[in-house]
């Protein structure tokens, strides 16, 4: 054997040896955070799956019924009601959010540091806020004789039962979850703005690009990882929404604000029979939705590397 294919051979079993040494010192970093998934996440999904398949009764032995709840969720009216509620809200709540907080972010992008730093903190205070106020706040502000319905008197218009109108009270609703939303979504775009080269602003500039243009054609482009991020998160978030409806309309008027969350906070405190069986395989369908929606928006939204990575 020639000296080059000696050394060839201990340059390969060397490389062998470190790439084996990086993936055991990478196992053992995961390590820790794979168990504590496997004990509170993995564990509790595969043991809720399990449960489901029974009649659960705080009075008698559980009996095995399979998928039998399944089947009484799925052809429930309720539950799929509550669904349509759920994506309705959505749909008014994250891409609004979205185009607000770009609009925005690109406006404080513009401005000198200190104005900046000043307006960065007052459109954080929101988020700061619990859900809990905001929906007592928002209440409030939707009273016959309530902010809402002042603004409507200035400019001539008759006043709204808003949170008692069936057609107005989604809408009312996600007012306040834009209110304490659009922040830190302005601020995770802002941040996403910053990284984006003024280089290519630049040029654009000098070819005569407009705003829009600008916007359409550099920065949603460059931005596309960080809308997966706000759209997985905000859609998934807006049909969980439970606190909003379930503090200003308790659901109603007659169902119209009763989220998928809170449909199914409804069935397990209702008191009728197996109430617990049947949320809990409402709750897994749910989450099946969910994981679907996250794996809808991935294809839709094709990830792509930093540009200068």
Same mark, same amino acid.
């Given at each position: 054997?020639?000296?080059?294919?000696?050394?060839?051979?201990?340059?390969?079993?060397?490389?062998?040896?470190?790439?084996?040494?990086?993936?055991?010192?990478?196992?053992?970093?995961?390590?820790?955070?794979?168990?504590?998934?496997?004990?509170?996440?993995?564990?509790?999904?595969?043991?809720?799956?399990?449960?489901?398949?029974?009649?659960?009764?705080?009075?008698?032995?559980?009996?095995?019924?399979?998928?039998?709840?399944?089947?009484?969720?799925?052809?429930?009216?309720?539950?799929?009601?509550?669904?349509?509620?759920?994506?309705?809200?959505?749909?008014?709540?994250?891409?609004?959010?979205?185009?607000?907080?770009?609009?925005?972010?690109?406006?404080?992008?513009?401005?000198?540091?200190?104005?900046?730093?000043?307006?960065?903190?007052?459109?954080?205070?929101?988020?700061?806020?619990?859900?809990?106020?905001?929906?007592?706040?928002?209440?409030?502000?939707?009273?016959?004789?309530?902010?809402?319905?002042?603004?409507?008197?200035?400019?001539?218009?008759?006043?709204?039962?808003?949170?008692?109108?069936?057609?107005?009270?989604?809408?009312?609703?996600?007012?306040?979850?834009?209110?304490?939303?659009?922040?830190?979504?302005?601020?995770?775009?802002?941040?996403?703005?910053?990284?984006?080269?003024?280089?290519?602003?630049?040029?654009?500039?000098?070819?005569?690009?407009?705003? =829009?243009?600008?916007?359409?054609? &550099? $920065?949603?482009? !460059?931005? *596309?990882?960080?809308?997966?991020?706000?759209? #997985?998160? +905000?859609?998934?978030?807006?049909?969980?929404?439970?606190?909003?409806?379930?503090?200003?309309?308790?659901?109603?008027?007659?169902?119209?604000?009763?989220?998928?969350?809170?449909?199914?906070?409804?069935?397990?405190?209702?008191?009728?029979?197996?109430?617990?069986?049947?949320?809990?395989?409402?709750?897994?369908?749910? =989450?099946?939705?969910?994981?679907? &929606? $996250?794996?809808? !928006?991935? *294809?839709?939204?094709?990830?792509?590397?930093? #540009?200068? +990575?």
């Amino acid at each position: 054997m020639t000296q080059n294919s000696l050394g060839a051979t201990f340059s390969s079993v060397t490389k062998k040896s470190t790439y084996r040494r990086d993936n055991k010192i990478a196992y053992l970093m995961i390590l820790p955070m794979s168990i504590l998934l496997s004990i509170f996440v993995i564990w509790p999904l595969i043991y809720a799956i399990y449960l489901s398949t029974f009649k659960l009764s705080f009075y008698k032995p559980a009996t095995f019924v399979g998928l039998q709840f399944y089947r009484d969720v799925l052809t429930s009216k309720n539950f799929w009601d509550s669904m349509g509620i759920g994506f309705y809200f959505a749909f008014l709540v994250v891409p609004l959010g979205l185009i607000i907080a770009l609009l925005l972010a690109s406006f404080i992008k513009t401005l000198g540091k200190g104005l900046s730093a000043l307006m960065k903190t007052i459109i954080y205070i929101p988020t700061t806020i619990s859900t809990l106020i905001a929906s007592v706040l928002f209440v409030f502000v939707y009273q016959q004789d309530g902010l809402a319905n002042w603004m409507l008197k200035i400019l001539s218009l008759a006043p709204r039962a808003w949170l008692n109108d069936p057609n107005l009270v989604l809408p009312a609703i996600a007012v306040p979850a834009l209110w304490l939303g659009f922040g830190i979504t302005t601020l995770i775009l802002l941040s996403g703005l910053l990284d984006i080269p003024e280089s290519y602003y630049e040029s654009a500039q000098l070819d005569g690009a407009n705003f =829009f243009q600008k916007t359409w054609f &550099i $920065t949603i482009p !460059l931005l *596309k990882n960080v809308f997966l991020y706000l759209s #997985v998160v +905000g859609f998934t978030g807006a049909i969980q929404m439970i606190d909003l409806p379930l503090v200003m309309t308790q659901g109603g008027p007659v169902g119209t604000s009763t989220t998928p969350n809170l449909f199914i906070y409804n069935t397990f405190t209702d008191g009728s029979p197996y109430s617990t069986s049947f949320s809990l395989a409402a709750a897994l369908l749910l =989450f099946f939705v969910l994981g679907s &929606i $996250t794996f809808a !928006l991935f *294809k839709l939204i094709n990830s792509d590397k930093a #540009v200068d +990575g």
